[in-house]
């Protein structure tokens, strides 16, 4: 697609930039990060179950190790699935972006960089969630099966570095957004020479 065409397209599309209100894949990433992150904290406290049996007898919360180890599981069962659709919708996105090209990131990253490697990442996140899942599945059903712990150490301190990866891309993305005004309505309205508190009403 040539510039022009994109311009024509973005202003027949909205003050995003895209062919439909909201943009997807914030909302998406959201969804990825909440499922792996209770994905892994559960398997956390499963695994820590012995230490706090007494402070849920003493809260009268009747909960019993392997409900923590199934809420594990499904979450990141889910977080693999949802995540295709995250990278998906990135993609889409990321192509008809408009970036401010007169500004750099706080990392000091020009917008096509930014978007390489948040791209880059999202795709590396991907493959990394679907190797987790894979690895929970074989302790689950094949491995641990027999174990009162379902889950290695191993594969929760792999999560917790996974957090850290989540961290550095989620920071790319927001930049993305804060410094580049990537499918931000307000800042593409004040671009054009518009009003947003007047258009966005």
């Given at each position: 697609?040539?510039?022009?065409?994109?311009?024509?397209?973005?202003?027949?599309?909205?003050?995003?930039?895209?062919?439909?209100?909201?943009?997807?894949?914030?909302?998406?990433?959201?969804?990825?990060?909440?499922?792996?992150?209770?994905?892994?904290?559960?398997?956390?406290?499963?695994?820590?179950?012995?230490?706090?049996?007494?402070?849920?007898?003493?809260?009268?919360?009747?909960?019993?190790?392997?409900?923590?180890?199934?809420?594990?599981?499904?979450?990141?069962?889910?977080?693999?699935v949802v995540t295709f659709f995250t990278v998906a919708a990135g993609f889409y996105?990321?192509?008809?972006?408009?970036?401010?090209?007169?500004v750099r990131s706080a990392w000091g990253l020009q917008a096509m960089e930014t978007?390489?490697?948040?791209?880059?990442?999202?795709?590396?996140?991907?493959?990394?969630?679907?190797?987790?899942?894979?690895?929970?599945?074989?302790?689950?059903?094949?491995?641990?099966?027999?174990?009162?712990?379902?889950?290695?150490?191993?594969?929760?301190?792999?999560?917790?570095?996974?957090?850290?990866?989540?961290?550095?891309?989620?920071?790319?993305?927001?930049?993305?957004a804060a410094d580049f005004g990537v499918h931000i309505s307000a800042d593409r309205?004040?671009?054009?020479?518009?009003?947003?508190?007047?258009?966005?009403?």
């Amino acid at each position: 697609m040539n510039s022009d065409l994109i311009n024509q397209l973005a202003h027949s599309w909205g003050a995003n930039g895209l062919p439909y209100p909201i943009a997807i894949h914030p909302n998406l990433v959201h969804l990825t990060l909440g499922l792996f992150i209770v994905a892994i904290a559960f398997d956390i406290v499963g695994a820590f179950f012995p230490l706090e049996r007494p402070i849920f007898k003493f809260l009268a919360i009747s909960a019993t190790r392997s409900n923590f180890f199934d809420v594990g599981w499904y979450n990141m069962l889910a977080a693999a699935v949802v995540t295709f659709f995250t990278v998906a919708a990135g993609f889409y996105e990321i192509m008809l972006a408009q970036p401010a090209t007169e500004v750099r990131s706080a990392w000091g990253l020009q917008a096509m960089e930014t978007m390489l490697w948040h791209g880059v990442g999202g795709v590396l996140l991907l493959l990394l969630i679907v190797g987790m899942t894979v690895w929970r599945g074989f302790q689950r059903f094949l491995w641990r099966q027999d174990k009162a712990r379902q889950v290695q150490w191993t594969y929760l301190l792999a999560g917790l570095g996974i957090f850290a990866l989540m961290f550095v891309h989620g920071t790319l993305g927001a930049q993305l957004a804060a410094d580049f005004g990537v499918h931000i309505s307000a800042d593409r309205l004040l671009r054009l020479g518009q009003d947003p508190n007047l258009v966005l009403k």
